[in-house]
C-alpha cells in the first residue's frame, strides 16, 4: 500500500467549547478517522469523534480476579500441599488467614493492569508521532486545541477537507506530513 | 484572612484557585519552577542539610551491617523498638497522599487538584523511608529477601497465617500502586514539560518518560477511566495498609495491643499524622514559589478539618482503650492503664495527650485554622504526638508484660536517633529534588478547575 505524504489536516482551536462543537460538526458531517487532542480531559469529546468502546475496565476486571485467584491459590499451595506446617494442629489451608493477601494481591494486579492496559490500547509509549510535525501542535500541552481528519478516511479530499475545517473557524489549519 | 471572605460560608465557596488566571498562566507558573526559575541559596543549604542527614543515615546502617542489631537499644523484652515505632509512623504519614489523591476523586473534591502531587510524593518518600526500618530490622538485611515467598532451594515457604507475612503484602502492594498512580498523574504534565523546555536533552528525558503523550480524546478517555480505577482500587487499599499494620499488633497477644480497636484507630491517626505533614509541607512550598493561589487558605482550611476529625477519632481510641481496661476487667489489661499513667512512661503518655488530643483542639478556631504559621506549629505538635502514641504502643507495652521476672526498660541509642533522624533527612532530600525535577502541583488537573474548561452539550 502506497502511504499517503499527508497524515491528516489539522485544524487549531483556542477554548474547550469550540473544539467540542468543531469535532461535533466533524463527525456529523460523515467523517470517521478524526482525533482530537487537548490540554485536559474533556467530557464527551471522545464520544463526539465516535469512540465508544473503552475496554480498560474489562482489562482490569481480568487483572484483578487473576490477583486474587492466583493469591489464594499461592498460599493454598504453599501452605497446605507443597509445606504443611502442623502448629498447634490447627488446619493448614485456613483460608480466613489467607484472605488478607488474596486483597492484596487482586488490588496489586488490578492496578498494575489498569496502568499497562490503559498504555497499552493507547498505543503507548510512542515517542514519535506525525502530529508532532506540526510546530504549534507543541502547544496542545498549554492552552490550544487541536481536531484532525486522517487522509486514511473515506470522505477525505485535501481540499474540500480543509476548506470544510476552515468554515469550523479555526485558529489555523495546516497539513500533518507523516 | 482577607477581607473578602466574611464568614466561614465565604470561604467554603471561596474559589480553590486564585482569580485571573488562564490555561496558559496555570501552566507557566508550575512549569517555570521546575524549567526556568533557578535553583536559590536557600534551596541549596535545604537540600544540602538533608543530604548530609541522609549521609548520616547510610553512615548509621553500614556500622548497623557490620556490628549487627545490638547497637541499637532493642533488648530482650523489648524486641521491636525504634525500628517499629518508625515503620508505623513512616507508614501511617504515607495515608494522607493516598487518601488526597484517590478518596477525594472519587468524592469529587476538586480542591484536592492543587495538592494531591506531592501529596502523592510525599506518600512514596514516606513508604521508602518506612521500608528501611522492617529490612533492617530482621537482623540478618542482607537476606530480607526471604520474606518474599520465591522457590529456593530451602524448600520452604514464608507463613502466611502470619500477620507480618500480610505486612509484607500489603505495604508492598502499597508502594507498588502509590508509585503507578503518582506515575499515571505525572505523564500529561511531563508531556507539558516535554513542549515548554527549550533544552533538547531535556526535552528528550522528558518525552520519553511521557511515553509520547500527546493529548488525543480517545487517550484521554481510557486514561480517565484507568485514573478512576485506579483510585478505586487505591481506596480500599489505604485502610487496608495501616489495618495490617495494626495486626502485627493486635493478632499478638500482648497487653495493650490484643484489641480490636486498633484497626480504625491505626487508620485514622495514619490520616491524621498524613495531613500534618502535607500541611507542614505545603505551607513553606507555597510561600517560597509564590503558589498562594494555587494553595490557598481553602486548602489549609480543609486540611485543618480532616486533621481535626481524625484527632477526634483517634482520641475515641485512646478513650475505648482506657475504658476496656477497666470495662475487660483483665487484670493484665487494667495494669496496662495503670502503667501507662503512673508506670516510668507516664510523661510520654501525658505528652502524647497534650499533642494528640488537647493542643489540636485550639483548630476549633477558625482564625488559627487559616493561619498558615499556626498550622505549621500545629501540624509538628501533631507528628510528634503520633510518634509518641507509636513509642507507648511498642515500648511501654513490651517493658511491662505478663510476667514481672520478665520486665525491663528501653533506652534508644544514639544510633537509634541517628536512623531515625537520617531517615527525616532522606525524606525531605528527595522532597527537594522532586520540587526542581517536576511538576509539584498537577497542571492538567489544575486546567479543569478553570472556568474556560467546562463545556456545554
Request: glycine share 8%; hydrophobic share 50%; charged share 15%.
Amino acid at each position: 500500500m502506497k502511504r499517503d505524504p499527508i497524515y491528516g489536516i489539522m485544524a487549531e482551536f483556542d477554548s474547550a467549547q469550540a473544539l467540542v462543537d468543531a469535532a461535533k460538526k466533524t463527525h456529523e458531517a460523515g467523517y470517521q478517522k478524526i482525533d482530537a487532542y487537548s490540554p485536559f480531559p474533556i467530557e464527551g469529546l471522545a464520544e463526539e469523534i465516535g469512540f465508544h468502546r473503552d475496554e480498560v475496565p474489562l482489562v482490569v476486571l481480568i487483572g484483578g480476579l487473576i490477583g486474587g485467584c492466583s493469591g489464594y491459590l499461592m498460599q493454598w499451595w504453599m501452605s497446605a500441599v507443597d509445606y504443611p506446617l502442623n502448629i498447634g494442629g490447627k488446619p493448614t489451608h485456613s483460608w480466613p488467614a489467607f484472605i488478607v493477601i488474596t486483597f492484596e494481591m487482586t488490588i496489586l494486579f488490578a492496578g498494575i493492569s489498569a496502568v499497562f492496559g490503559m498504555l497499552a490500547l493507547n498505543g503507548l509509549p510512542m515517542p514519535y508521532h506525525p502530529v508532532f510535525n506540526v510546530p504549534r501542535f507543541s502547544s496542545a500541552s498549554k492552552d490550544r486545541f487541536f481536531l484532525i481528519v486522517f487522509s486514511s478516511d473515506k470522505k477525505y479530499h485535501a481540499l474540500e477537507t480543509r476548506r470544510f475545517l476552515e468554515g469550523l473557524a479555526p485558529k489555523s489549519v495546516s497539513e500533518v506530513p507523516s | 484572612m482577607p477581607e473578602q471572605y466574611k464568614s466561614a460560608t465565604d470561604l467554603e465557596r471561596a474559589p480553590v484557585i486564585g482569580p485571573g488566571y488562564t490555561f496558559g498562566t496555570v501552566t507557566e507558573k508550575i512549569s517555570a519552577i521546575v524549567l526556568t526559575r533557578p535553583a536559590t541559596n536557600g534551596w541549596f543549604i535545604g537540600f544540602g542539610i538533608a543530604f548530609m542527614l541522609t549521609m548520616m543515615l547510610l553512615f548509621a546502617l553500614g556500622y548497623l551491617f557490620l556490628k549487627g542489631v545490638g547497637i541499637w537499644g532493642v533488648t530482650i523484652p523489648i524486641g521491636w523498638g525504634f525500628a517499629i515505632i518508625n515503620f508505623v509512623w513512616w507508614i501511617g504519614i504515607g495515608h494522607a497522599g493516598t487518601l488526597i489523591s484517590a478518596i477525594l476523586l472519587l468524592l469529587r473534591q476538586s480542591w484536592r487538584n492543587s495538592i494531591n502531587r506531592f501529596a502523592e510524593a510525599m506518600t512514596l518518600f514516606a513508604v521508602a523511608c518506612a521500608g528501611i526500618f522492617p529490612a533492617v530490622h530482621v537482623g540478618r538485611p542482607w537476606l530480607a529477601y526471604w520474606l518474599f515467598p520465591y522457590p529456593n532451594t530451602m524448600r520452604v515457604w514464608p507463613q502466611f497465617r502470619s500477620p507480618l507475612m500480610w505486612d509484607v503484602f500489603a505495604v508492598s502492594t502499597y508502594a507498588t500502586i502509590s508509585a503507578l498512580f503518582w506515575f499515571i498523574g505525572l505523564i500529561p504534565d511531563l508531556a507539558t514539560l516535554r513542549d515548554r523546555t527549550e533544552k533538547r536533552w531535556l526535552k528528550i528525558i522528558y518525552g520519553m518518560l511521557s511515553f509520547g503523550w500527546r493529548g488525543s480524546a480517545r487517550h484521554w478517555h481510557r486514561y480517565e477511566t484507568a485514573y478512576l480505577l485506579l483510585a478505586g482500587l487505591a481506596t480500599p487499599l489505604v485502610l487496608s495498609v495501616h489495618t495490617v499494620v495494626s495486626f502485627d499488633f493486635a493478632i499478638g497477644i500482648v497487653p495493650g495491643w490484643h484489641t480490636t480497636i486498633f484497626p480504625p484507630y491505626f487508620v485514622a491517626g495514619a490520616i491524621y499524622s498524613g495531613f500534618a505533614m502535607v500541611l507542614m509541607l505545603a505551607i513553606p512550598i507555597r510561600k517560597i514559589y509564590g503558589l498562594e493561589d494555587f494553595i490557598t487558605e481553602r486548602h489549609l482550611q480543609n486540611s485543618a478539618k480532616v486533621m481535626l476529625a481524625t484527632g477526634l477519632i483517634v482520641a475515641y481510641g485512646y478513650g475505648i482503650e482506657a475504658f476496656m481496661g477497666w470495662y475487660s476487667g483483665d487484670r493484665y489489661d487494667a495494669f496496662t492503664l495503670w502503667n501507662r499513667l503512673h508506670g516510668p512512661y507516664a510523661m510520654w503518655y501525658y505528652s502524647l495527650l497534650a499533642c494528640n488530643i488537647f493542643i489540636p483542639q485550639v483548630l476549633w478556631i477558625r482564625k488559627l485554622r487559616t493561619s498558615p504559621i499556626a498550622l505549621f506549629f500545629i501540624s509538628g505538635v501533631i507528628l510528634i504526638g503520633m510518634w509518641l502514641e507509636r513509642f507507648i504502643i511498642v515500648a511501654v507495652s513490651l517493658t511491662r508484660d505478663f510476667l514481672n521476672s520478665s520486665w525491663g526498660m528501653y533506652y534508644p541509642t544514639r544510633w537509634d536517633w541517628m536512623t531515625f533522624i537520617g531517615t527525616l533527612g532522606m525524606f525531605l532530600a528527595a522532597m527537594f529534588l522532586f520540587l526542581r525535577v517536576l511538576p509539584a502541583i498537577s497542571i492538567f488537573e489544575m486546567r479543569t478547575l478553570l472556568p474556560e474548561a467546562e463545556v456545554k452539550e
